[in-house]
């Protein structure tokens, strides 16, 4: 009979590494060095700090031929990270900040414990992490990781003095230099690129430095949160929103009683059930939710408060109207009628049965106002005052659908997104490129399955980019995307396009550059090397591209007109 | 400051189901029906059962609009799955059987658990599973996913009369199947290409049914288990399989009693220390491994073998010679002494250093003998006796580094492959295709990355192939790809034939079908829609091409010859 077997998510990771990026000795150092710098960059992003990020490869002994141990080294000057946090990010898969619905690099919270992982399993050598977060006091770690159980081992941890914020990592890990390092300083020059605010510096295994110096001083604004957006939404969505809204039976204890004393105005030292029931119906309109719960549980539980600090309710059940509590010190549970005419039946069902749908609509969805859901519970056959609590399986799943088909929701919230703006990014593309020509274009916000998102895309022409026919420069939240172009969706477009229509002949010096941005972009695989072909995207990246293509098409002809002048 | 969270493997899935297939209703239709027929068919083969697999999409609501809400069901004769493994099987992502190193079509432990969570998230409805493992008794579950949690939530789980063995599995899920059923009835009909001993049915929306009918009434021989290569080794398989040498300490049981009254031949009643140690050294040849550490642990700490049931080993250092002891009824610890000069001494020794390097080779890697053995510790520097508890950190790295040097070492085991081999799988492809011209050809087994591969390879021409051009049937361990072949190492061969040279010219009606089988193919994806273009499958499917093109082109000239002659 077959075995089974549970496995960790970094031993699933450590098994099918290919699949985020570490294949092979060539690859791996190439991912490791993203993945580091990507966590530098997206660290200072958050924190509105001007990013200076130092990357060394250092061969452990350089007489040896590739592939062979090296030790990488990044360091920045971003937030740190705080020391209780450092061994989980670093030595736990699926351990992160960035799980929010933001522009960030990072999404999938395994990339730098993938990297550690992969030094770990070539070179036996545990991770050296040094992190400040106060410029006074700097935390050193070095772990190694359990790949059999997603946790860190930690070998050392020290504190010494810090001069600045910031977090330094080092790995030793087995790599091809020899094979990596063009696309390793293809990737810095082109974060660079897309990165304008940011001072970039790597330092090769011969000693040779490379090094870009921010172009801009000023910090271009940080992504917001978002809430999500009705179209993003699915039945476990709103199944876990239903979940969120209803609320808990308040903590009775001192906190709280000298809560009920002051919103209700009790007098006497002691707060009894009777001044309880007294004051309540008088004072009700300034009482806090929770002070309402606890003056109906009071009502229909006939015990003093004081008691109501060892009893546990078990259930409240709305529709036997019953109400279910367990004594913690005696054990015994008892069953209670709730008078469904008391004036303080409601605020048991609101317990229950959660938020009103108009409430959901408004507080846990981005962009829509209360006329929008009136009209939206109108549109899908519920009334907005319906308890999310009370709804039918059936009901969940059909509001569901209704959130998708409702077409008079404002399109997403684009001001959580952070696009380089085309001035910054035509200013990158000149500096890396020196073109003769140069044009960008940044679409307006637009969304796919609930998610916004914006195209900047650029086109450079001549001057110093070699005639070596068209090249592209993939980009997505700031990220070069440098292999696997053959499956992106910006291919996809460009493959259609109709060269001698715009004047371009041959193998043109032309080098066309594409930025997406969203809270989430649709990567094919863990590895984010490539985008999906969302219809929404690749229309976006259309338009975008057929707007520089005209651009270049008047150039181009003006550039005929001329050389044809001067030839005469 | 960032707030950190930790996702389980579920939610990570369930956030990034594309990565899985499960991107859009058309696609999660095509995913979660070869998800659930793929583990049909290799629950067959694993048993030696010939499958028979049905297969039902039905409109819940058939006068709706695409995308919409259908019933999605496959059962099969295989062998079931016991009742307690049930609920993890499907409920739990990471959790499966197939973690080992076989030929098998499923690898990861989350197929069929994405196809659960996806019909959930679309429809709140939950899955329906029956199971029978004895073709007497079948159980039957209803059960909902906690995708936060990672586990299974049974609503329902009751017993019935069975008729056979086998498994059926229902779930309610959003598809688009005007928009999917192409892609669904293309692998419906591939699959029974390429599984020529298994009968496959399916009911589509309509009622319409598809129905292959098994050509090979005889099972191929099923995959086995293998050992690893050393081509494949990293440093922590090498500190996984040390860990794993080392010997525990024998339970000290009723049973090891026994054990050492009949090993020693003790002919009293009761096993004393006096009556051990006076038996063990003339029978020490015979005494198994857990007899031996017993009698030197009774020679060390000096007490009754009974009195060993209540210690517990703490502890043996033998850099320090010592050994510490807890009486777990006393709770006191003991530090006692080893005489390095003991006859005991290697015993203990044994326990804490594991086995030797020589052990390791022959007892935990395949095909390496003994004299293998002793060539490959000369050539990496170590004694063939040196405990492999005992070798450094560097040493492991030393080890694991020359296993991937060494050139002497065997090529890697094929019979654990299952190729079709080539007469059923010309088979398949003629009742498939039938076509005027079919060649198939089966290269030799080879490895990548310690991995034995073995590719099959058929070409068909003309007869009933349309002429539309080229068309590739890529399959890998018996699964149909059928998305993404841009990216997939077969296209990439494919792409550099120059088919002038074959005589081949225009669109042909020609139909190339390629067959990759391992151990462990290297998808690219979660989704198993592509294969990594591997140096070694590379070249051996660009070896198998060109061997069936020169047969096509030797063809295409007779026929040519033949058409010029018939003109005349
Ligand atoms: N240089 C850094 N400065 C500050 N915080 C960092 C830094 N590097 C990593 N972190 C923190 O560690 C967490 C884990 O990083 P990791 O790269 O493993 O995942 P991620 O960046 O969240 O997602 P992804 O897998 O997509 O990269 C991050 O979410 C971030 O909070
Ligand atoms: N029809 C079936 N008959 C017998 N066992 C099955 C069947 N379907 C699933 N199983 C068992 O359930 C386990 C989990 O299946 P699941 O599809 O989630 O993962 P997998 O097949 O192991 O890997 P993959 O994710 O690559 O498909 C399998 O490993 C297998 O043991
Ligand atoms: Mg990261
Ligand atoms: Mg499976």
């Known amino acids: 009979p077959a075995s089974f077997d549970q496995i960790s998510p970094s031993e699933f990771f450590y098994r099918n590494r290919d699949l985020a990026g570490f294949s092979n000795p060539t690859r791996s150092l190439y ?119 997603n946790k860190p081992v930690i070998q050392k941890h020290t504190t010494s003095p810090a001069r600045s914020t910031g977090l330094r990592v080092s790995i030793n890990l087995e790599g091809d230099y020899n094979k990596a390092g063009a696309k390793i300083r293809d990737y810095v020059y082109k974060t660079a690129l897309i990165t304008p605010y940011a001072s970039i510096s790597f ?176 549109y899908a056959g519920f009334k907005p005052e319906t308890r999310l609590g009370s709804m039918s399986n059936a009901d969940l799943v059909k509001l569901s659908d209704m959130l998708q088909k409702f077409t008079d929701f404002r399109p997403p919230d684009p001001t959580c997104l952070a696009p380089l703006g085309t001035k910054p990014f035509e200013n990158g593309i000149r500096r890396s490129l020196n073109p003769d020509f140069c044009v960008t274009v940044q679409r307006p916000a637009s969304a796919y399955s609930g998610f916004p998102f914006v195209i900047e895309l650029g086109l450079a022409y001549g001057g110093d980019v070699p005639s070596e026919g068209l090249k592209v420069y993939r980009f997505a939240n700031r990220i070069p995307l440098l292999y696997d172009e053959g499956s992106d969706v910006v291919l996809k477009v460009i493959g259609d396009i109709d060269w001698p229509r715009y004047k371009i002949k041959g193998d043109p010096p032309l080098v066309i550059v594409s930025h997406i941005c969203s809270t989430r972009i649709p990567y094919k695989t863990v590895g984010k090397e490539n985008v999906a072909d969302r219809v929404e995207i690749e229309r976006e990246i259309r338009l975008a591209l057929q707007y520089l293509l005209r651009k270049i098409a008047v150039y181009m002809s003006k550039k005929g007109k001329a050389e044809s002048a001067r030839k005469r």
């Open 31 to 149: 991912t490791a060095v993203r993945e580091f710098v990507e966590n530098a960059l997206d660290a200072c992003d958050r924190n509105g700090i001007l990013p200076s990020v130092h990357m060394s490869i250092k061969a452990v002994d350089p007489e040896k031929q590739d592939p062979k141990h090296y030790v990488l080294t990044v360091s920045d000057n971003g937030p740190g990270i705080p020391s209780n946090h450092v061994p989980l990010a670093f030595g736990t898969v699926l351990y992160g900040s960035k799980f929010v619905l933001q522009q960030t690099r990072g999404m999938f919270g395994l990339g730098a414990t993938m990297a550690i992982l992969y030094g770990q399993i070539t070179t036996n050598k545990p991770v050296h992490i040094r992190s400040s977060t106060d410029g006074k006091v700097r935390d050193e770690f070095e772990m190694l990781l359990d790949i059999q159980k």
């Open 203 to 378: 330092e090769d295994p011969k000693g040779k430095k490379f090094s870009y110096t921010r172009i801009m001083k000023s910090m271009p604004a940080p992504p917001t949160t978002v809430m999500p957006h009705p179209y993003g939404v699915d039945v476990e969505t709103i199944r876990r929103m239903t979940v969120e809204s209803m609320a808990d039976i308040p903590k009775m204890d001192q906190k709280m009683l000298a809560r009920l004393k002051s919103e209700l105005r009790i007098k006497e030292k002691s707060v009894t059930r009777k001044s309880i029931l007294k004051a309540a119906p008088r004072r009700w309109k300034d009482l806090t939710r929770n002070v309402r719960i606890i003056v109906a549980l009071v009502h229909f539980l006939e015990v003093e408060p004081d008691r109501l600090e060892r009893l546990r309710i078990d259930e409240i059940n709305i529709a036997r109207n019953e109400l279910t509590y367990t004594d913690r010190v005696s054990s015994k549970s008892t069953v209670v009628p709730l008078d469904p005419e008391s004036t303080y039946h409601k605020q048991l069902a609101r317990i229950v049965q959660g938020e009103t749908l108009a409430t959901l609509l408004t507080k846990r969805f981005q962009r829509i106002g209360a006329k929008t859901a009136e009209k939206f519970s109108l």
